[in-house]
């Protein structure tokens, strides 16, 4: 069994309303690994786009979910939600997942 952690980061992208950059890494005993490097649509709740880090973790979940479970990761657990910095990327919460195989 493997454990490691999980993470998202999204920027926008200069001149761009519907994109942003989306970063999503998988750190375990062997290194920090990035599992998707991207850009993806922005959502929106409503009309209005909903705020990076939100972006960040949603797209985190769908991460794991989708991308990771295919290799055979599931999460166990998550971290508190981070809080925003002036000129850093939106980031998700800390999601700790695990690898049976």
């Known amino acids: 069994m493997r454990f490691g952690r999980v993470e998202g980061y999204v920027v926008p992208i200069p001149g761009c ?10 750190e375990t005993g062997k290194g920090i690994e990035v599992v998707r490097d991207e850009d993806v649509a922005v959502l929106r709740v409503g009309d209005d786009p909903a705020t990076l880090a939100w972006q960040a973790d949603q797209y985190t979940q769908e991460t794991i979910g989708v991308h990771l479970a295919e ?18 990327p939106a980031r998700s919460a800390t999601y700790g997942v695990r690898n049976l195989s």
């Not at 309303?17 to 998988?26: A, K, M």
């Open 71 to 88: 290799l055979g990761w599931e999460a166990i657990g998550v971290g508190d939600a981070p809080t925003v910095e002036a000129n850093a």
């Open 17 to 26: 309303d519907d994109l942003v950059h989306l970063t999503v890494t998988l």
